[in-house]
């Protein structure tokens, strides 16, 4: 039995409420237990330079913790002047795996500015980041649609991600927290499209190794998770939907 | 009558919520209307090297926006390399208005980090974090007293701040939110203790001027305000300590 | 009686000397007692990115110390890589006050830069940077209006700044020295223009806090003392404007 | 038949030149194909702040570019004054990947730096990197060793790295180049150890997704590949060791 | 003739003020003909880390430009946040100079810090800024000597630098203002100790070449006038030995 | 007779082996003993800012040493966020140096940029990469004329340099290498060209002086060595031109 009680194949409690702050057009608190990320999507009528003229759209995120979202206060990156590796990485990640889902055509010249930012972490944040920007993506895509600014959704599919890990003991754990992430020997991200196919997998064995036994096994954990949190995604976009065709219909 | 039907001399709704994040020592998400700012208090147990030494403490803020805070996503400071003109003033003051309600002497060789982080921005975030940086740093001493790691309190009173101005019609406003202070002609941030002093006045006509009539019914409005504030202030810091003393006469 | 014998309500000796250094369009040396600021104002035939083809100008400051313009010699901003928040803090409220006596639209698209650099500091640089300022600037548009590039004076009346405080005994005190700033309760930056207003009230008491009288008599000496201020300007400007007129006939 | 008329499960040519530059304990130029890499490893008696009194040591990895090993000239990052997300994944990935391999301890309170620095780059440069940077490693370790700095060594296996993809047509490919690394779908970079376990895998869709059985394919190929290049790097290895042990025996 | 009147061979007026500003150990304001410079000595009571330990002293030197200094205004280093490499290479040659005619044994564990701030630039600055910054480390001496702090002068010569150059027309001329300068088609600055041993030369072709016998008049031109110099500079060591003698004998 | 036993006017071994990384159109390593030097020259089809639309082209330099490239580990200027005042004088002493043999008219709106980048550092790095940089440069320029891009070459001559000397015990020496740079009184860098007339002279006597007489036997040392270089030079554009010219034919 795991410290919270979870079986190994367990989830967190995942949460997703949808338009936790205003001003984005697509706007989520997503909690994985107590890591809790705030996500927004922000659409801007321009893409980047390297971009231009191509008649295609762009996405990219940002990726934060605040200064006391850890047991130990971090200092700010902005107060050190520069983004550490382990920020870059980790943003760099999550535009990616959000690209392979997104038909950049259908997009048109825009950019979907997504911002992750970690006010609550207990491990597994660039998981709860990914699996809650593609939601807030999905509102700011439905906002594009009823705005009429696109007239058909280039989402190609739905996108979710989840850490698994071997602990000390070389249990192949699901969806681990803080305490369990720290004494796991191996750690792995794993990111996925609703067609069950893979668009990521990073597994790292830091000062340990790992066997493909082991890699088959967190594959297998994160397949099953990932798919509980397509349900959870798919019924908050759901109901939002139902809510904006609502208030249209009021208006 | 304002916009959003207040009187010239009504606050907004003004909100403390205690304990929103859980690693803080002291933490609340204070809402003024639609300004939301997450305050947190960190103690650390020791003191910036200029402070060493000397048997006492130190106060010193941080303030920050997420990006999609505003209604035009801003670039992160962390991305830019550095912090701007406008957050260190922020930061400087929030730091500064606390110090003067604290004994620094009584904190002994510790340093509260106060953390302003504001996730949703529409007028007076600089007030808005004074009032809930207060509140943060309360909490965090009732923690320290009870972890009996100081004897006495250290605070020497309350502290609260609200904006004041001057409508472009020449009306005194309290309180102003993001469109009136857009339009405002001048305006003015005070910050009091509940011994009713002045700590700060920071009155400014960005491309205009004001009188010493003014001056003082804006001074008259942030008075009244203030001490509205310090009853909600209060109200979160009891019932914390109520709480508090439950829990540890349930144990 | 204050150490260097003024009365309370006595600025020091204030000295504005013209054409202090060649290149500058405005230029001169403010000094007030040992505070010695070399005051430029540049005019540039253009305007920043934010301001471009909306037929009106611009004026922004900037601020520095000497390294040794202090007791203890400090380091370069340049070396550091960055600008304080104190040197920000100062340079926007310049840049501000200037900007809320010159009607930007008859400047046309030009932006003045006003170069504030502090030589030798004793207490009250940003005050005596102020007032010096408005006298570069005042100069830079005489030579404006003398080249025919722009037909009316954008100048909108005068403007000049003083420090007043609190001291330990509880007196206020106009135009305060480094060693007077420094063990003074409270400290107050007034700017205001001929016409009597008030442009910028900042008054922070540092680990201190100032009752609304003791507010109150500070403004009354600031007034007191920006009045005798603004003589030393008028005299300085109109010097100028004679020597100019002198000259042009001359050719 | 791939471009450069390999098949589907061969690797480039791969030379290891050891002793490459004069200063460095360990020192390789690597060749995988047209990709070069100079890595050398330096050996300080001391270990980063973090580290220190726990009488252990510490491996750290800096890569970098030519700004002209590529195609096109690139921007050196010292230009910039920042060092890109791209390169900051790379080193921390060979760091952590050599970190996984050494017994920390019984190095003592010394820090290995590896740099890896690509003199011409087409396609695998990290792959190349790690594989280049254990030769120099086990370099600086013969030299530790024989000095008589350490009594064992701390190398608790082999470890090579080589890239893996799945082309656009489909087919999984060894070792790519850069052209084919520009057109595959997906690229994955594998690092073991000759014990034949895991140390990193990192399989990257962009704008592409792959399937389980893909990946499996990938992984054998990588398996295949890594196996050759243990034998280049350990006839260096052993070359140089008896080199070594000729020179000493001459004295 | 010279645009200005001067012979090729005769330097601009030379003027060394010293006490220019009241906080430095020694302080001048030096000028050659409208090069104009505020030069510092600080002596702090510390060596830099990699000094430390060694009984002997240091002298680094910083230079700067005021904005306005030049007839274009540029743009503050610190507000650029880096120093340009123009500004590097002038300040080590002053550090560099400096250090040719002192004893950093007889100096004892101090620092002195040169800050040369041009305050208007005609051309010549760095060879006009180790003029003066050589009589402001001899005020600061003559004060340390003074306060006994040392036993015995540790400058070994006087110091003192010009700038040479050819015209486009082929002419070697002394001490080239700046409209001279930017025509010339060889720049050469020399420093020489008072024992006639040259210290720097640094001649450039900038797109130009020049001649060894052309390189021979430049050094005659330069020997000559840097004698005069000499001369300036004694004058002042020796008038402000005098009033310090009289001060002290009135006390 | 010097340590690795040369005569006071020998050169070390120097080599310059052409088209050494494939990339760039001109490259070469040289070597000057164990000093070791990646010189590459791209040509990149526009020019910078400040020099559009002149018809004209640019030439301009960077340098670097690898981190390992010295005794001691250095730290890279990438990690540093900056590069250091040494790398800028070195770096802009070269694009100067090159620019005084180029015709930039002849070149047309191109830039080129020479890479220097030291693998091996034992003294003379700079002077070693002026005299490769010059090759590197050249093969760029036979590859424009034989692609056609430009019609004539814009080569004004050969260029090549060389450290000088004084040692401790006063002779005049050729070539320093690191050793002999660190124990020197004097240290000299000289640019020539094949005309015979000189481009840079930069002569420094780090806390020492020299005389003219040594000063003019340095030069004459400097002239004898740069004249060797240019024969080597010369030796390998030839081998490279008639290398291309029967490649070209083979065609």
């Given at each position: 039995m795991r410290l919270d009680e979870r079986l190994n194949n367990e989830l967190r409690k995942v949460e997703i409420i949808s338009g936790?702050?205003?001003?984005?057009?697509g706007s989520v608190l997503v909690s994985f237990g107590d890591t809790k990320v705030i996500c927004s999507a922000s659409v801007e009528d321009r893409v980047p330079p390297f971009m231009r003229n191509q008649g295609k759209g762009w996405i990219t995120a940002e990726y934060s913790m605040l200064?006391?979202?850890?047991?130990q206060r971090t200092i700010r990156e902005s107060s050190k002047g520069k983004v550490t590796g382990r920020t870059m990485e980790i943003q760099r990640l999550i535009g990616r795996a959000l690209r392979s889902v997104v038909n950049l055509d259908a997009l048109g010249e825009r950019t979907i500015w997504v911002d992750c930012d970690v006010i609550q972490a207990d491990g597994g944040t660039r998981t709860a980041s990914i699996s809650g920007a593609y939601v807030a993506v999905g509102l700011a895509v439905q906002k594009l649609l009823a705005d009429e600014k696109?007239?058909?959704?280039?989402?190609l599919g739905q996108l979710a991600a989840v850490s698994v890990g071997v602990s000390a003991e070389g249990e192949a754990l699901l969806d681990l927290n803080y305490q369990e992430d720290s004494t796991a020997s191996v750690d792995m991200n794993v990111v996925m499209t609703s067609a069950g196919e893979l668009v990521e997998v990073q597994g790292t064995g830091e000062e340990a190794t790992f066997t493909r036994a082991q890699m088959n096994d967190m594959l297998d954990l994160a397949e099953k998770g990932i798919k509980e949190i397509f349900t959870i995604q798919s019924d908050v976009l759901n109901a939002a939907s139902e809510a904006r065709k609502e208030q249209m219909s009021d208006v």
């Open positions: 936790f702050v205003k001003h984005p057009e200064p006391r979202a850890t047991e696109i007239a058909e959704s280039p989402l």
